[in-house]
């Protein structure tokens, strides 16, 4: 029997930008590409996401999909892991 990873996590981008420059990254071409933000150098955080989390079966959420934590602001991630 195989599963398929995509299926057991919740990809939420709860924090779309990132300031640290790897030249790979996909996604800064896809935020540019899809016209997502406007400055990917500036991440953004769409607190309206975490309703994502409000499901009453448990998951697995995929923070980082689109940022990097370390450009996370502090009340962001007090937002965030107090859930
Ligand atoms: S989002 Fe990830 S891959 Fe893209 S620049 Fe930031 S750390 Fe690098």
Redesign the pocket.
Known sequence: MSICIKDQIQNMNLVIG?????P?????NNTRRYHIIDD?EKPQFFQGKLRMMEKKKPQNFLL?G???L??WHEEWREEVFKR
């Open positions: 990132c300031t640290v420059g790897c790979y990254c996909y996604a800064r990917f980082t689109m940022s990097d370390s450009g």
